[in-house]
């Protein structure tokens, strides 16, 4: 079985921030025509958009060929419970669009202005993986 080549477009810091709803939505609607097939969000805590409500604005703003999700969530920033609870409302509220990643941590900025501790990186692996185990259960 084939599926045709897709092309998505990541946002991240690197794309100025969107002043409101109207300009954030221009941009994913601009990203469609422009035939990118999905609509990605990094999850940094510096100044960007939250991946959570930025994709279900994007997914209103597209149509159902364009998917919507985040490249990577970051285990250490939400518990899996509430992420599985998050990503499966989106899921329903975008009619089955979401795409979603979630990794390990990294970005040390992120986690000192979370005030999180950047654990080694074996240790955060072990939580990615036992929060994987939750996020498949539920």
Same mark, same amino acid.
Request: proline residues 6%; charged residues 20%.
């Given at each position: 079985?084939?599926?045709?080549?897709?092309?998505?477009?990541?946002? *991240?810091?690197?794309? %100025?921030?969107?002043?409101?709803?109207?300009?954030?939505?221009?941009?994913?609607?601009?990203?469609?025509?422009?035939?990118? &097939?999905?609509?990605?969000? &990094?999850?940094?805590?510096?100044?960007?958009?939250? %991946?959570?409500?930025?994709?279900?604005?994007?997914?209103?703003?597209? &149509?159902?060929?364009?998917?919507?999700?985040?490249?990577?969530?970051? *285990?250490?920033?939400?518990?899996?419970?509430?992420?599985?609870?998050?990503?499966? &409302?989106?899921?329903?509220?975008?009619?089955?669009?979401?795409?979603?990643?979630?990794?390990?941590?990294? *970005?040390?900025?992120?986690?000192?202005?979370?005030?999180?501790?950047?654990?080694?990186?074996?240790?955060?692996?072990?939580?990615?993986?036992?929060?994987?185990?939750?996020?498949?259960?539920?």
């Amino acid at each position: 079985m084939t599926r045709p080549f897709r092309f998505g477009v990541m946002v *991240n810091h690197s794309v %100025p921030l969107p002043s409101d709803r109207r300009q954030w939505q221009s941009w994913c609607r601009h990203a469609e025509q422009l035939g990118f &097939s999905s609509i990605v969000l &990094s999850d940094h805590l510096w100044p960007q958009l939250a %991946p959570v409500p930025a994709m279900l604005s994007a997914a209103e703003a597209t &149509s159902s060929a364009v998917r919507v999700g985040a490249l990577m969530f970051g *285990n250490d920033y939400r518990h899996p419970v509430v992420l599985a609870k998050e990503v499966a &409302s989106l899921d329903v509220l975008t009619d089955g669009r979401v795409e979603v990643g979630v990794g390990a941590g990294w *970005n040390e900025a992120d986690y000192r202005q979370g005030g999180f501790v950047l654990d080694r990186p074996g240790t955060r692996v072990d939580r990615l993986a036992e929060s994987l185990q939750v996020l498949k259960g539920l």
